[in-house]
């Protein structure tokens, strides 16, 4: 690991970086994860409001629960250093989830 400070992306606002830059090492890993969980949870709901492409048939998952619909997609939640699949869907304005099993963390 380097000796000097790391160079922030260009794409940052300045204030963004100066408010970083004064920041406690345990302020930026809880900025950190929270990005980290903010990003995933943005990509999750474009990938929820996505038309489907009506052209393109989707396979169905052998393992979809009787109560998930087929539009439900999977995502890895972390609690407490462990990570876990859950089925996610929407339903009007909320997005629903069922707990699907453990990461294998050999894969």
Request: cysteine-free.
């Amino acid at each position: 690991m380097s000796y000097e400070p790391p160079t922030p992306p260009a794409s940052l606002p300045t204030e963004i970086v100066n408010t970083l830059n004064e920041s406690t090492p345990e302020r930026l890993r809880d900025v950190a994860t929270y990005a980290e969980e903010l990003a995933e949870h943005r990509e999750r709901e474009a990938r929820l409001e996505k038309p489907a492409d009506q052209d393109e048939v989707e396979e169905q998952p052998d393992d979809l629960p009787d109560d998930v619909p087929s539009k439900a997609t999977i995502t890895i939640k972390e609690i407490n250093d462990n990570r876990y699949y859950y089925w996610q869907w929407r339903e009007g304005e909320k997005i629903k989830s069922k707990y699907k099993g453990p990461v294998d963390s050999e894969n």
